[in-house]
């Protein structure tokens, strides 16, 4: 998969990200290329979500150090919804209700807002609709969902669909899943899973977030890192979740312990 | 207009701040300014109006003079001088007018940039339309088709001519000239206003609707409609109000009776963008209105408004459900931004048995404004098995804002059963960064969820009405983030 002709979509050096006094990210290093598709693991609290935060843009974490390269420009200057439009996607693990907005109105707002940005006409309703049926069908998403409000009596596994249904419907050039696989049954799992699998091209790329290997067995990662105290500890191939997944991560953390 | 143009909406609102805010300039006649019996007979004179009409305004002039403002509401308002206000301008007309054509081609351009389609386009929107500029109505249209069915829709000052039984009959029925300051103040000086009149049974074929629009400097705005659905017979009815910027505040106090018969329904629609006044709270409208309407037998009576406009707003459009079986509701979106006040909600009277009332109220507060739900809810002695279920949320926007609820309940009867539910609320940080991430700016996510907030009462609107107010609250949220 990695050569050097690919294009280098995310680069990440030496970032540092605090919430008030709380030094989170310590040194974050990371480099995505189009086609790719990274892992991150670690136990609780390393940081995992904060890291999808803050490329994302949240300004609740402040960051304090390092540099982030997005498509050959600087990711820290832009504001959220301008790394939204320029196919940044961030798949939350606790996705927010909107009372009284429907699905498909935010969508349609959405696609139209990256449309604008890339100098595009918004859809019209009849394309819309076509492009709404044809994605919720990539994640067996009840069509029902798009006419209710956003994630408003939503489960958990209609929740996370509709993060994977978003993704598609905004086709993002870089995804960030943040464990879009917690609290989904198996027969979730492996569609949420199997949908973001056939979102995947050799132009985008895809960074999950989790804590089980199950879902790299769908998404077959090319790379799996290793999170642990605000730090990529360590990095390798899928084999990596697999041996994470039996021995637990003591044998690689014992180093880092104060 | 079936598909949610929102994103147009937020599109359009990128740029905007009051559009209304234009001045006409047609030439006016007016009366001169300050209030006095000479005034009151010179308006009543002027309308060529009978005798009777006459002494009841100067009844209501001498009933207003007892007066004081009232004070008890949670507003901040500013001593009025009821001296230095003009009652009666109206625009200078050649002649009475016969067709379109003869409408003054100035007015008409105000009435476009109004977006009121008031010729070919109203067929196709099935809406008749009856426009009120400054004190005088201007054109109703529309009239003949509604004539076949019996169905009156006109001007009062033309129903005080033509139908002067109806009129003598209901005005004044339902609120009295003495029930307020401000209901006094209107029976004196109304200048005008519309009426109508739907006959038994009829069932009336399209929206009929008001635009009221205050033009003239320096004028106050006092016009009374007067609706009345007879036995068995159905309207909907919509209302739309603008203003020009102007520095001073400017008086709007009207007065709204609807009179629902026995098995007849009324749906009374209004979406209120009077001139708020500016960032600082310099100029805007004064809107002290009285609204109620009587519910006979088995009638219904549905007040839904979107109120965004004005500096300030006291207003408490109310049912009472005097028939047995009659049903009331209110349904109320009142958007207050900037330095803007209101203090609005319902009053529910409960008299015959088994009525019932619904009360839905959604309050948003952003910039430094204060925003009231009032409401009452009373059940007489008599009114076995009434029912209410009120619902009153708060969406608040920004930390500088208030939101105030004062809900009344006056219980005199043990089979009555009353609901009441309140929530307060705010725009989460977490709705925003959600909204953010998929490309959607803050100011306009702030809209979207503030039209989701208000949904349920929207989707009461009438469509074309419906897509206004969506367009007003996001507008009328313009700068109150970030």
Redo the contacts between chains.
């Keep these: 998969m990695a050569n050097g002709q690919q294009l280098k979509m995310l680069s990440v050096k030496n970032l540092h990200a605090s919430v008030g006094d709380k030094q989170i990210l310590k040194g974050i290093n990371l480099e995505v290329k189009a086609g790719e598709v990274h892992a991150i693991m670690g136990p609780n609290g390393s940081g995992k979500s904060t890291l999808a935060s803050v490329l994302a843009g949240s300004e609740k974490f402040t960051v304090t150090a390092g540099e982030v390269t997005y498509m050959g420009e600087d990711l820290l200057q832009l504001s959220i919804e301008e790394r939204a439009r320029k196919g940044l996607f961030l798949g939350f693990q606790y996705p927010v209700e909107i009372p009284g907005v429907t699905m498909a109105n935010f969508m349609k707002i959405a696609v139209n807002e990256k449309r604008k940005a890339q100098g595009l006409e918004p859809l019209t309703a009849a394309e819309f609709l076509r492009m709404m049926r044809e994605k919720s069908a990539i994640v067996e998403l009840d069509s029902k969902l798009t006419a209710r409000a956003v994630n408003e009596g939503f489960s958990g596994g209609e929740k996370k669909k509709n993060e994977i249904f978003q993704m598609a419907m905004l086709e993002p050039k870089l995804a960030i899943l943040d464990e879009t696989d917690s609290g989904l049954d198996i027969d979730a799992l492996r569609i949420v899973a199997t949908g973001v699998t056939r979102l995947k091209t050799p132009e985008n790329a895809t960074v999950v977030i989790t804590h089980y290997q199950r879902l790299l067995d769908y998404i077959v990662p090319d790379y799996v890192h290793v999170l642990y105290k605000g730090r990529i500890i360590y990095s390798g191939d899928k084999s990596l979740a697999l041996k994470l997944e039996k021995e637990g991560y003591d044998w690689l953390i014992n180093d880092y312990r104060e | 207009m079936k598909?949610?143009n929102?994103?147009d909406i937020?599109d359009s609102l990128q740029s905007k701040e009051y559009e209304y805010g234009f001045t006409s300039d047609i030439e006016s006649t007016m009366l001169p300014v300050g209030l006095s019996e000479d005034i009151v007979r010179a308006i009543s004179a002027r309308k060529d109006e009978p005798e009777w009409l006459t002494e009841y305004r100067l009844k209501a002039y001498r009933h207003f003079l007892t007066l004081s403002v009232p004070t008890w509401a949670h507003l901040d308002i500013p001593p009025i001088d009821f001296q230095k206000i003009i009652y009666y301008a109206e625009p200078k007309l050649k002649k009475p007018l016969g067709s379109m054509d003869e409408v003054d081609p100035e007015l008409k351009r105000t009435f476009d940039k109004l977006g009121i389609p008031l010729e070919e386009q109203m067929a196709l929107a099935g809406v008749a339309v009856d426009a009120v500029l400054d004190s005088v109505s201007v054109k109703t249209t529309f009239r003949e088709t509604l004539a076949q069915k019996g169905i009156i829709f006109c001007s009062i000052s033309e129903a005080v001519r033509e139908h002067p039984e109806l009129v003598r009959k209901y005005l004044g029925s339902v609120v009295s000239y003495a029930d307020n300051f401000y209901a006094a103040l209107n029976a004196a000086v109304f200048s005008d206003g519309s009426f109508c009149y739907i006959p038994k049974g009829v069932r009336c074929p399209m929206e009929l609707s008001t635009y009221f629009r205050i033009n003239a400097r320096g004028t106050g705005q006092f016009e009374r409609t007067l609706i009345v659905a007879d036995e068995g017979a159905y309207v909907s009815y919509l209302e739309g109000c603008t203003a020009p910027q102007r520095d001073e505040n400017q008086l709007h106090a009207a007065v709204v009776e609807i009179v629902v018969e026995r098995d007849a329904e009324v749906k009374y629609s209004t979406v209120q963008n009077w001139y708020p006044g500016d960032k600082e709270g310099r100029g805007g409208v004064y809107n002290f209105v009285t609204k109620r309407g009587i519910c006979h037998e088995n009638a219904r009576l549905s007040w839904t408004q979107v109120e965004t406009g004005s500096a300030i707003t006291w207003k408490y459009p109310s049912c009472v459900l005097a028939g047995d079986n009659a049903v009331g509701e209110f349904y109320s979106v009142a958007m207050t931004n900037n330095y803007q006040q209101a203090d609005t909600g319902t009053k529910m009277i409960h008299l015959g048995r088994n009525t019932r009332s619904r009360i839905v109220s959604k309050g948003i507060s952003a910039g430094q404004s204060q925003n009231a739900y009032r409401g009452l809810v009373k059940i007489a002695p008599k009114a076995e098995n009434a029912r209410n279920y009120s619902q009153c949320d708060s969406l608040l926007i920004g930390d500088k804002c208030g939101a105030h609820t004062f809900p009344h309940i006056d219980c005199r009867n043990r089979t009555a059963m009353l609901e009441h539910e309140a929530t307060t609320s705010k725009i989460?940080?977490?709705?925003l960064?959600?909204?953010?991430?998929?490309?959607?700016?803050?100011e306009?996510a702030v809209g979207?969820?503030v039209?989701?907030?208000?949904?349920?009462v929207l989707a009461k609107l009438p469509m074309e009405f419906a897509v206004e107010a969506q367009k007003l609250l996001a507008i009328s949220l313009e700068g109150s983030v970030g």
């Design positions: 598909e949610n929102q994103q937020l989460s940080e977490e709705q960064f959600y909204c953010n991430q998929r490309g959607i700016s803050t306009d979207l969820i039209n989701g907030y208000a949904r349920e």
